[in-house]
């Protein structure tokens, strides 16, 4: 069965403080893992497709990266205004649905 | 802004109604999915849509059911509800409704069922 598993799931650092976020998946024939953010009350924003493992995505304090099973979401340095749920998906084997974890919500203060 | 826009962005009703929740997806965009939110489940993918016919089913209860319509704007509708069927309800929409498109989603209705 195709599965996402992120972690931790809630986080908390200082403003500066760099960590990763974790997001394990089980998918037969990986097509595409994708990072969004979600803040309070809003739709999930997408920040990220990877595709295959060894590749990089980089954006402001983020970057992604993937290995076969599993993808990190690394914050470097970050803000208060970088508090929000992470949320980690990979599309089903027909390719027709993205499957999405459960989220890691994140929260950093000055 | 996404570009994607759901109304209403809150919905209040009782046990056994219906409601319908309506969805404009992002100009170019032919394909538009619906998945529901709730704080123990997650985002779980209820039905997709491409140019008009249904593409893919997920989760999807018998008392829901969807459609899109020739202009590409997206209904679901909720009947018999329930109180667990409150919920966040997200429209997404992509351009090809493949795997290599990311999906854009809109902020939402919120379903409260009392």
């Known amino acids: 069965e195709d599965q996402v598993t992120q972690s931790p799931e809630a986080l908390r650092l200082q403003e500066g403080e760099s960590s990763s976020l974790n997001c394990s998946y089980t998918?037969?024939?990986?097509?595409?893992l994708f990072w969004y953010r979600q803040d309070p009350g809003k739709g999930p924003e997408f920040l990220f497709t990877?595709?295959?493992a060894g590749e990089e995505k980089e954006k402001e304090r983020l970057k992604a990266t993937l290995t076969k099973k599993e993808s990190f979401l690394h914050i470097t340095a970050p803000k208060p205004e970088d508090s929000a749920t992470y949320l980690c998906?990979?599309?089903?084997?027909?390719?027709?649905?993205?499957?999405f974890g459960k989220g890691t919500t994140l929260s950093v203060s000055s | 802004d996404s570009g994607v826009t759901q109304t209403p962005k809150h919905l209040i009703t009782a046990t056994g109604q219906r409601v319908t929740l309506r969805c404009s997806p992002r100009?170019?965009?032919?394909?538009v999915y619906w998945y529901q939110q709730s704080l123990d489940q997650g985002l779980q993918f209820l039905i997709q849509?491409?140019?008009?016919?249904?593409?893919a089913k997920g989760n999807i209860l018998e008392r829901f059911s969807a459609q899109q319509f020739p202009d590409l704007h997206s209904e679901l509708n909720l009947s018999s509800l329930e109180l667990g069927d409150s919920a966040l309800y997200f429209c997404?929409?992509?351009?090809?409704?493949?795997?290599?498109?990311?999906?854009?989603f809109g902020n939402g209705t919120r379903l409260t069922v009392t």
């Open positions: 849509y491409y140019n008009g016919e249904e593409r």
């Open positions: 990877l595709y295959s």
């Open positions: 997404a929409s992509s351009q090809e409704g493949g795997a290599d498109s990311p999906l854009h």
């Open positions: 100009s170019g965009d032919l394909s």
């Open positions: 998906a990979v599309h089903n084997q027909a390719g027709t649905a993205l499957i």
């Open positions: 998918v037969s024939g990986l097509r595409g």
